[in-house]
Structures are given as C-alpha cells and as structure tokens.
C-alpha cells in the first residue's frame, strides 16, 4: 500500500493551470504537515509549499509565490496543490511528503509519494 499517491500532472501550455493531488492512505494525513517537492532533471530537489497539520498555516518558495496555492481537506484525507500561471521552467516531478515538522526540511519526512511529472511545453 502506497502511503502518499500524487495525481493530477501531465502535459501543459504555459500559461496554463493544473490541480495536482495528494492522497494519504494508510495513516491519518492529518496528523502531518504535507510538503510538495520538485525536482527537474538535473537540477536539486526543492521544496514548493507546505501545509500544516489543520491547513491553518501555508509556505511557499519564491519561485511559485502568487502563482500555486496549496489546501487541504483532511476528511478525503487529500493535500491539493493548484497550480496557475505555469512556466517551463515548473516542468518536474512532483512530490508530496509527509513530515512532522511544519517546514520543507526533508530532515523529519515520514512518507513519500512516488511522484507525478509536470511538464510545461508549448
């Protein structure tokens, strides 16, 4: 059973919107912060948003800001993250990952979701 199952990528024009998904199963997601992570090839992994445990507190990197938003509905046990205003440079894997800490530092990530490509491509 996976813990963490992303949905909702594919192949987008810039411009353009996606509403990726993060489904928990398994474990109460609620009783963690959820973090969204990308990672383009050849590139570093990084940390897009993160979510607290009741949704009441949200981050994102500079890179996003204004243009993803990320909620949080802990009775479908689902982390959304909507995705406005895409860029080829957002073209990447996306992660979500579960952490007991309310930051993207992958230091206290307990479940990772195996990943959803993005890309961004006229």
Known sequence: QVPLAESGGGLVQPGGSLRLSCAASGFTSGDYAIVWFRQAPGKEREGVSCISR???NTYYADS?????SISRDNAKNTVYL???????????????AATRDNSIKPNFIVYWGQGTQVTVSS
């Open 54 to 56: 009741s949704g009441g």
């Open 82 to 96: 909507q995705m406005n205003s895409l860029k080829s440079e957002d073209t990447a894997v996306y992660y979500c």
């Open 64 to 68: 996003v800001k204004g243009r993803f």
